[in-house]
Each structure stands twice: as structure tokens, then as C-alpha cells.
């Protein structure tokens, strides 16, 4: 099963487990994981803290690869975005990130895939998020966010919160 072959309208436990073992080859869930990606699922909020390498990433990836549509991963480290957006690449995902370490013709050639449905997961800074430009001249994503009906928004740092976007897109 490939990544886009994951993506239902009404995701479960099963599918969350599927993903996690074709897409990253895993076996089981750690502890707590479940619980969380089930939360996710279910359109629930969660926050989560887990040490380092507990896997939270997990947490809100595998989610992103069982709903339709784009997931907005706020992301405050560039390496960990690179590094995370890298791996999920070589698992077959449709990823990419913003950041300032991008020159103009990468952070264009990010929105090019954007506006052309081929992300899956977009991992933006924080400071990317806040700027002025980002929603104003991205109405692609925008536009990407209000046909969406489930949380696709995760933060991702030492706490990771899905959120309902309810608000984002109106």
C-alpha cells in the first residue's frame, strides 16, 4: 500500500495501523501512540509530550496519511523539518516544507506543488506562518484548507497539538 493509497474519508484504528506498517515499517504502536493518532482520527484534539525518539512525529504523520487532503505541520527547527520531510520522501510521501533557509525558486517551486494537489504534508516555520505573505499570497492554500473537513493543522516541537480548522479556513 502506498502512501496516497492510505487516504480514506473516514479513517480508523485498522487503517492508522496499516499505514504505520507499509508506509514506516513498523510493526505495533509505542506507548501512548495509539491512543493519540485514535484521538486524531476521531477529529479530537490532543496535546501531546513525549520524550525524545518516543515517536511523536508518528503521531500526527500517520493521521495526515489517513485523511484526504493536505496536513500544515508547524515545525520551529529547520534541521528537524528537513530531516523529517527527508525520511517521509524516501517512505513514498508527498512532503515538502517552507522556511527561510529556501531561496525564493524553492519556496516557489513548494507552492508550484501546493496549488497542484501534490503535497501531502507541508511543514511551515512558525515565522514563516506569521508573516503577512504567507496566507495572503498563498490563496492556494487557503483554498486547500476550507475543503478540508477534518484536523490537518499539527504542531510540532517538544508539544505536538492537532487542532480543528474550522476557523483556519473561514
Known sequence: MSAEDASVTNPNSSTALTVLRSVFGYQSFRKGQAEVIDAALRGQDALVVMATGN???????????????????????????????DQLQTNGVAADFLNSSQTPEQQQQVQNKLMSGQLKLLYVSPEK??????????????????????????????????????????
Open 55 to 85: 515517536g511523536k512525529s508518528l503521531c500526527y504523520q500517520i493521521p495526515a496519511l489517513c485523511f484526504d487532503g493536505l496536513t500544515l505541520v508547524i515545525s520551529p527547527l529547520i534541521s528537524l523539518m528537513k530531516d523529517q520531510v
Open 129 to 170: 506562518v506569521m508573516t503577512h505573505s504567507f496566507f495572503n499570497s498563498s490563496l492556494k492554500l487557503k483554498s486547500a484548507l476550507s475543503r478540508l473537513t477534518k484536523p490537518i493543522v499539527f504542531l510540532n516541537g517538544d508539544m505536538i497539538s492537532a487542532l480543528n480548522t474550522a476557523n483556519w479556513a473561514g
